[in-house]
């Protein structure tokens, strides 16, 4: 699977990794429906981490289509809600 993070560039991250990124997925959803600034910050920063040390960079100059996309380290509350669909910003 292709992931891009938003303002940063793309990985291949294998399918298998994704029980583990949709823990963070849910947490993640939890802290914006409760409003909880901090944690969501804490979490989607624990979240493109985890992508960038499982994933594998693609080099610069390569597109792929994205099976996924990620927003940036520093998106806000307003900027992740609009990229959500009802799984969280991982589907399943």
């Known amino acids: 699977m292709i992931v891009r993070i938003m303002g940063e560039g793309q990985v291949r991250l294998a ?19 409760n409003g909880d600034g901090p944690g ?9 981490s985890k992508v960038r040390e499982l994933g594998e960079p693609l080099p610069d100059d390569s597109l792929e289509p ?3 996309i990620l927003p940036s380290q520093d998106a806000t509350l307003e900027d992740v809600r609009e990229l959500l669909s009802d799984d969280g910003l991982i589907p399943g």
Request: aromatic share 4%; net charge negative; hydrophobic share 40%.
């Open 15 to 33: 399918d298998g990794h994704l029980t583990e990124l949709n823990k963070l997925d849910d947490e993640l959803l939890a802290e914006m429906e």
């Open 40 to 48: 969501f910050h804490r979490t989607l920063e624990a979240l493109l």
């Open 66 to 68: 994205s099976e996924l």
